[in-house]
């Protein structure tokens, strides 16, 4: 008889409730996979998206489990991969599958060894934010020491992690949020302004706190009605990059004459095709960083496996300030 265990599964795409606590057989790993006991999840807006039926990038099958960004510790190999990976603690970021007691990554090249100063808890949470975040100011907007960002989300894990990554390269750093209680949650971390985008002032806000020069750079993963107001608030040379659009459409395309006038950039970041490879300068000060507590991985609030419907509710309705995990097997 195969070894049960507790596992959220989905039989159709829809609101938080499609998704059920069930016992299920521990997956097996086929060639070139490995399995994980799974110890902590982030909560990756990818995961409400693949709920809802919103992702199209990556297969989805039901029964469907939903968890992406995930720790654990690996206890079994499929065929043809080195067996000394049994026992590793690693980060999974390219397979859903998490919200279980053990995962499957379908494609060990694409494991990330946890650093050991690292805990699993950070470990599910600090890589993705911080590399879109990373990749986003240096990457795609070319930030250069002592320029002006301004971070939509700021309370959400990459504007968080923008902030601390920007403000370490002497730049001014301005936060949007949505409420009094996450911009004050945005202030604890490394922003010199955090502006309530609820208010309608926002933009004078933002113009006053540049002396009425605009920002550098803007990162945008909000998208929705606010992004409109990205182009005015550009200085000359200035760069805005999108990276999603959490807040609702994509913004409208800018004409090439207020690219050309304004000299302004608009650009886009897809973060997986560039991201820069384990042990390179980037993922490097980045560990450094987190593992020495330099720059605050906002985690909030953890939730027990059987909570994370509630959780995908409160996502949803914009509840969370930076990022929760879930508890699956939790630290061993
Ligand atoms: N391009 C890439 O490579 C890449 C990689 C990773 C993530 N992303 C994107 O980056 C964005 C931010 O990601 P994240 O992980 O920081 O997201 P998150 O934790 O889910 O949310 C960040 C913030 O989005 C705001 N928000 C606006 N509308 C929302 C809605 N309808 N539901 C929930 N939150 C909403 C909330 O702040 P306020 O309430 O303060 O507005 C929230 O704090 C997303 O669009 C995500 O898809 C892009």
Known sequence: MSQMMRAIQMDAFGGPDVMEMREVPVPEPGPGQARIHVAYVGMNPFDAMARSGKIDFMPIT????????????????GEGVDDTLVGKRVISRSSFGAYAD?????????????????????????????????????????????????????AGPIGIMGAQIAKSDGCAVIGLAGGPDKVSFAKGYAADHVFDYNADVWVEDVMAATNGRGVDVIVDGNGGP????????????????????TAGPMPDPVAIPTLIFKNISVVGMNLAPIEDAPGSNTDRTIIENVATGVWRVPITEEVALEDVADLHRRLESRQVRGRAVIRVGGDP
């Open 102 to 154: 053990y995962s499957i990554a379908h494609n060990v090249s694409l494991l990330l060894m946890l650093d050991d100063r690292i805990d699993l808890k950070t470990g599910c949470v600090y890589r993705g934010c911080s590399f879109t975040a990373w990749h986003a100011l240096y990457e795609a907007c070319r930030l250069k020491p002592g320029e002006t960002c301004l971070l939509h989300s700021a």
């Open 62 to 77: 039901f029964p469907f489990t939903p968890g992406l960004e995930h720790t654990g510790i690996v206890d079994a190999v």
């Open 226 to 245: 606010n992004a409109a107001h990205n182009i005015d608030l550009l200085a000359p040379k200035g760069r805005v990059v999108y990276i999603g659009a």
